[in-house]
């Protein structure tokens, strides 16, 4: 230890004094090389000079393209993220939020309230930069869609979902263009024929936000639904269609008529064969080989990376737009859901959290809704959002009702199909990319884009209220004398031990219990492939413990971003006896009943058992804690435990509450093979808590017990803490 010390101080001491002599011998150096720093008009060897140039210098660094980029960047996430938690919490799609945000950033409201501040964060050089990554942002935005876009629901989709579909986009589009006829005059850029305007109008009324509109169906519980199915299926054929649509439109307008956008369209199918023809059989090459975190590796990577950005290149020169290439590049992606998963995993959350909300602040740098400053203009942005809800709404309802469903159901769908969110915006900044719309026309349909989006919650809520039914109402179960429990977890181990609690709970006839496991991910921004994942991830251990039990488990899995609330919804839409979940510890608190788990016990119209998990293989010594003379109803609790597996029953009852009381004597006529004793004490030593395997206590004498002594908890062993 000794050497080492010294060794570190010599080495230190030796080549510091090394380093100082080389410096000084070094100023010799400075002679005839070192000059004025003519440029400031300072003197290096002044000392109040050299304080001027490091504030000067500091300025210059403060103001430099790269110090500027990475805090717009900063700036943008945090705005993104807190507008799209602001808006879940009240129901809505993160992606409103983060138009909002990106409306919030722009002239629209920073730049009208603290125009310099606006300017000093988004000075006009600064934008091409954004640009720029706001676009490699939309194209691995667009790969990702691609790849989420599954094919085989396409070819299995019934007529239905294809008549409704295309219903849902020739009406809005038919309206689309005929708006334009009474917008060109006054509204259309210079030099821009009516047909390009016409046209490009009418793509933009037809779009549905397949992303959006997965979520919002997930949200609601409804990817397992005939109606959910059904209108994910017309939003994945809406999407190929308006995608198709708009690599036309695109081309006419570039080419300037229909006639003169024939050679980019035979260059378009030329470019799509080969990508669906000769890239794709490569790809299922390497899919067959590389489907794993270690395998799907650099190598890998760069060509997958290096196939996109080629797809994008070609679809750009031909003239298609490079986010279209960007789309189908994610299209041929094989269906083999471990090589998407992994693939997804790589680049999803980078792209969508980094990149994606660079897109909506430029977005919002665009909008200026200061431009609509006449009762006119406001006239005319109220009939495009009029026109664009009735094309895409009724045109889905009625093509729906004509095909069979229930006007409730076709509503419902027009609602979702009415959805345009992000993707809506996408075509928009082509438009105004390509001079077809001006100023004016984007602002208003980013406004339409941003309230069809905020209104599809909304109009549902008011549908089902009409209809006097939810979204996921089921059938009325049979009452019957079996109990129903619900448990609901998180992490997919910590289901299992609440498994075993809830097997233990359960009256059981013929062998039968009646147990449904919840399983929530606490984010609805989610896409139905992940969703998929993490429901067969979350219930793996649980249904393997249930085979071994020899129970038949329901399973409910919801994604949203109010778990709390999404928990007591579950546990109120059945008649359960009981909703069954672990502990949970408020960040400021020690009290595991607090939190989100009091406003179980508050809110659910269920009794509600809380496990303080410290450890259980079997249930077979149990204390039970009668503190409070109301703590009676626990004793069903633990006959059922008795009945089940326990062996030993020990009941610490301070105030006599089982005196002559019927239940205790039910209890002991029932269990008179196992060993019940009744203690008039209540002893909370470490000695006398570790001899069982589980402590049975309600929910008042829990709080009561804590105030007056708080350590017994840590060394216990696990605890159900009941409410009546």
Known sequence: ?????????????????????????????EINKLVPNSSLGLNPSNGESNFF??????????????????????????????????????????????????????????????????SFLFPVESLVNLQFLSQIGLILFMFIIGMELDIGILKRSAHDAIVVSHASIIFPYFLGVALAYFLYQNFAPDNISFTAFALFIGIAMSI???????????????TKDYLGTLAITCAAVDDVTAWSLLAVVIAIVKAGDISGALLTVFFSVIYVMFMFL??????????????????????????????????????????????????????????????????????????LVFLLPLFFVYTGLRTQIGLLNDINLWVVCFIIIAVAVTGKFLGSALAAKFVGQSWRDSLVLGALMNTRGLMELVVLNIGYDLGVLTPEIFTMMVLMALITTFMTGPVIDI???????????????????????????????????????????????????????????????????????????????????????????????????????????????????????????????????????????????????????????????????????????????????????????????????TNNDEAIFDLLKNNSNKKIEIQNELNLSDTFLNQFNLILISIESWNKIREINNEWITNSPSILIINK
């Open 463 to 657: 549908i089902d209220f009409i209809n006097e039914r939810r979204l996921r109402l089921k059938p009325a179960s049979l009452q019957t004398n079996e109990d129903k429990l619900l448990i609901s977890f998180g992490p997919p181990l910590s289901g299992n031990r609440l498994l075993l609690l809830a097997n233990q709970m359960v009256e059981k006839h013929n062998g039968n219990v009646n147990i449904t496991a919840l399983h929530l991910t606490p984010s609805s921004d989610i896409s139905l492939q992940e969703a998929e994942i993490f429901e067969e991830e979350g219930f793996e251990p649980i249904l393997e413990l249930a085979k071994k039990l020899g129970i038949t488990l329901q399973t409910m899995y919801r994604a949203t971003n109010e778990v709390s609330s999404e928990i007591v919804k579950a546990a109120n839409e059945e008649p359960y006896d009981m909703l069954l979940v672990g502990s949970s510890k408020p960040m400021f608190s020690r009290d595991e009943t607090g939190g989100k788990i009091k406003y179980f016990f508050d809110d659910c119209n269920c009794s509600v058992g809380v496990l303080v998990d410290h450890g259980f293989e079997d249930i077979n010594n149990v204390l039970l804690i009668l503190h409070e003379s109301s703590d009676k109803f626990l004793l069903k609790y633990a006959g059922k435990f008795l009945t089940n597996s326990a062996n030993q029953l020990s009941i610490a009852d301070e105030l006599n509450v």
């Open 53 to 118: 140039t490091a504030i000067n210098n500091f300025l210059h660094n403060l103001q430099h393209p790269l110090a500027t980029l990475i805090l717009q960047i900063f700036s943008i996430i945090l705005i993104a993220r807190l507008f799209g938690w602001i808006m879940t919490k009240i129901g809505q799609p993160t992606v409103i939020g983060e138009i909002l945000a990106g409306i919030f950033l722009g002239p629209s409201l920073l730049g009208l309230l603290f125009p310099q501040f606006s």
């Open 1 to 29: 230890m000794k050497k080492r010390v010294f060794f570190y101080i010599f080495t230190i001491v030796v080549f510091s004094s090394l380093l100082i002599l080389t410096l000084e011998y070094g100023k010799e150096l």
């Open 208 to 222: 549905t936000a397949f992303p959006v509109l997965a979520r919002i169906v997930q949200e609601r519980n409804l």
């Open 278 to 351: 000769v890239v794709k059989r490569l790809l299922n090459r390497i899919a067959q080989t590389h489907f794993t975190r270690e395998t799907v590796n650099k190598p890998v990577l760069a060509v997958l990376f290096g196939i996109l950005l080629m797809s994008s290149y070609l679809t750009e020169v031909i003239g298609i737009h490079a986010l279209f290439g960007a789309f189908i590049a994610g299209v041929i992606i094989p269906a083999n859901q471990s090589f998407r998963r992994v693939l997804a995993e790589k680049i999803e959350d980078f792209s």
